[in-house]
């Protein structure tokens, strides 16, 4: 993944994850995090 965070000079910065997906065709509940927890101040 690649961003441009709001500050720091405005240099792309890159991200990489490794996402485990199972369960496929099953129900999912997925719960929202509490809202402290969230930001998008990069």
């Not at 709001?6 to 991200?15: A, D, L, N």
């Amino acid at each position: 993944m690649r961003f441009t965070p709001k500050y720091g000079g405005g240099e792309v910065e890159t991200m990489t994850m490794n996402i485990l997906c199972r369960g496929w065709a099953t129900p999912v509940k997925i719960t929202a995090p509490p809202k402290h927890l969230i930001t998008d101040d990069w």
